[in-house]
């Protein structure tokens, strides 16, 4: 399942990454008018910032050991703070993409290495449900795809979120 998953975020990587990088800086740019909405620019940077966040998950869960507390609390993160500190729309569009798709070359790494046995590393993010570190992961791929639609402008938009699955 590690390797399932790590060929699922590659091929997003490898399909998205020229489709992104012919997106002209007045589409990347642009923000609905008056609408508190991220640009494209922004939405590719919150993936960057998704991107970190989850790198430290999928570390933790992927070597919880048996005295770990259960489950795993992660945290959260203030996205509209980060997306603001990080300042993407004074970044160049392609260095942002060519980062984005670095990162999530290496996360797929990662993946790839993480025991097919801590998929079932149980989290929980604040009060939420009990989650798998697999689930996790495919959460954030999920995430990243409907971004990447929304973001390119196409028509149809990957469904996030998802229904959580239920509590143990």
């Excluded at 960057?48 to 570390?59: E, G, P, Q, T």
Aim: some cysteine; overall charge negative.
């Amino acid at each position: 399942m590690p390797n399932e998953l790590a060929r699922r975020l590659r091929d997003i990587v490898a399909a998205e990454l020229p489709v992104l990088a012919t997106l002209s800086d007045a589409h990347v740019s642009s923000k609905p008018a008056g609408s508190d909405s991220w640009s494209p620019k922004q939405e590719l940077g919150h993936l960057i910032d998704s991107a970190a966040n989850n790198h430290l998950r999928f570390v933790r869960g992927a070597i919880a050991t048996e005295t770990a507390p259960k489950p795993l609390l992660f945290d959260g993160y203030a996205q509209n703070a980060w997306v603001s500190i990080h300042g993407y729309d004074d970044s160049p569009w392609q260095e942002t993409v060519a980062f984005w798709g670095q990162y999530n070359t290496f996360l797929a790494a990662l993946i790839e290495r993480i025991p097919a046995s801590a998929l079932a590393t149980e989290c929980t993010f604040a009060a939420g449900p009990v989650l798998t570190l697999g689930f996790v992961i495919d959460d954030y791929i999920v995430h990243m795809q409907h971004h990447l639609d929304h973001l390119i402008g196409r028509a149809v938009v990957t469904p996030y979120p998802r229904i959580k699955p239920q509590t143990t």
